[in-house]
């Protein structure tokens, strides 16, 4: 599907979860080249899609893989595209090894409640197959790939995860923004070590510098009014932020007292990864000063104060 002449999206059917939760798969294309930016599941179905729609524009040789970080649901598709395509995978550095170590307990995008098995396994398949996709090349803030007369400029955007890029496209002033921007809702930010609040904040600061007609998210549709979408993003978060600090001066002590309060209706199944979430707002209210005490970024049982 043409979002622009130089960029597709090419969608795949039911995989795994779908709707705007559906990772996003694009295929950037000039002068007979070609990069994909991400690369979905690694089902037999998710996978044959995008192949076919590979297949059906031969005149394209695939260059590169490049994905924008670690997470299955974005990584589980691109062993198998690489050795159908020829094309090398690039990816930062820094997410390296929470690709390969698909047994960790490093945050994903979803949260599987350990009662429902089937999915849990299907889930460890797919990091299974993420963490065959070891990178060919590695890339860092500033490193430019060459697709035809396209050039695609990475920028490092820790927070949603440490090693977390977006690709900028100047002639197309197109920005491929990953888990860090989505088209639709917030995404899900763990405290350090597996992500970063401060950081995250500081990365979409960093995007609305970027002259962008249109955002390509990791989910979601493409967003064309980018400044606004990024403010929004973190007036959300500043007011979050907000929040937290008034509930720890409140006396909520720990993110689990907090949680009713912050998330009234909040579906038990995506409880652990709220915990997270209002865990990375602490840790970042620690380290600018403002609360202190005891992280527990797993349970969310640790022990908050205001400073001072
Ligand atoms: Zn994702
Ligand atoms: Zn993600």
Redesign the pocket.
């Known amino acids: 599907m043409e979002i622009t002449p130089r960029i597709h999206s090419i969608p795949a059917p039911t995989a795994f979860y779908t709707g705007p939760q559906a990772p996003d798969v694009y295929l950037v294309v000039d002068g007979g080249e070609g990069a994909l930016i991400d690369t979905g599941f690694g089902d037999e179905q998710s996978v044959k899609a995008r192949l076919e729609y590979l297949r059906e524009r031969p005149e394209v040789k695939l260059r590169y893989i490049v994905l924008t970080?670690h997470?299955f649901?974005?990584t589980s598709g691109a062993h198998q595209l690489r050795q159908a395509s020829g094309a090398q995978i690039v990816m930062h550095r820094q997410e390296e090894r929470f690709l390969r170590d698909w047994q960790s307990d490093a945050p994903?995008?979803i949260d599987i409640p350990a009662d429902q098995k089937a999915i849990a396994e299907r889930v460890q398949r797919f990091r299974q197959q993420a963490a065959e996709a070891a990178p060919d090349v590695f890339i860092e803030d500033g490193v430019t790939l060459r697709v035809g007369g396209l050039t695609l400029e990475v920028v490092h955007t820790p927070g949603?995860?440490m090693g977390s890029i977006c690709i900028y496209i100047r002639e197309e002033r197109a920005l491929f923004t990953?888990?860090t921007a989505l088209g639709l809702g917030t995404?899900a930010i763990s405290p350090p070590p597996h992500g970063d609040m401060r950081l995250y904040l500081e990365s979409l600061e960093r995007l609305k510098g970027y002259d962008t007609a249109l955002m390509l998210p990791?989910h979601g549709q493409p967003v064309q009014d980018v400044p606004r979408k990024l403010q929004e993003l973190i007036d959300h978060r500043h007011e979050r932020e907000e929040q937290v600090l008034r509930l720890v001066a409140d006396g909520k002590s720990s993110a689990r007292a907090m949680l009713g309060t912050i998330y009234p209706e909040l579906d038990r199944r995506i409880i652990p990864m709220a915990l997270r979430q209002v865990e990375a707002h602490l840790a970042k209210l620690a380290e600018d000063g403002r609360v202190e005490g005891t992280p527990d970024g797993h349970d969310g049982e640790g022990e908050w104060r205001l400073r001072g």
Do not use: A, I, L, N
């Open positions: 970080h997470h649901d974005h994903q995008d949603h995860t990953g888990d995404v990791g």
